[in-house]
Nanobody
Framework: QVQLVESGGGSVQAGGSLKLSCAASGFIFSVCGMAWYRQAPGKQREMVSS???????RYVDSAQGRFTISRDNAKNTLYLQMNSLKTEDTAVYYC?????????????WGQGTQVNVSS
């Protein structure tokens, strides 16, 4: 079955960096688009960044210029390099894959990794 396992979360001071990883298995990694979402306490889940199989990327405005999404198809792993972190980046970060047009959302989700940014 499809599995997505996030890692790399933790606690960091504002201005610091973290690199999240999402190890994927159970599907053909290279043909599916992938994305990072986050959900802060009391807020709706939002998409942070996405990457298509052809490498085209998208970012939410608040992440543009600070975060970089990438994928290693040989390792079946998705990454999110986060620099210049701000307290408002504190959230649980999820990776997702395989867009479902019928659902209007990604079909598979990881369990999430917590990112805490302190001032």
């Amino acid at each position: 079955q499809v599995q997505l396992v996030e890692s790399g979360g933790g606690s960091v001071q504002a201005g610091g960096s973290l690199k999240l990883s999402c190890a994927a298995s159970g599907f053909i990694f290279s043909v599916c688009g992938m994305a990072w979402y986050r959900q802060a306490p009391g807020k709706q889940r939002e998409m942070v960044s996405s990457i298509r199989p052809d490498g085209i990327t998208r970012y939410v405005d608040s992440a543009q210029g600070r975060f970089t999404i990438s994928r290693d198809n040989a390792k079946n792993t998705l990454y999110l390099q986060m620099n210049s972190l701000k307290t408002e980046d504190t959230a649980v970060y999820y990776c997702a894959t395989c867009w479902s047009a019928s659902r209007g959302s990604y079909k598979y989700w990881g369990q999430g990794t917590q990112v805490n940014v302190s001032s």
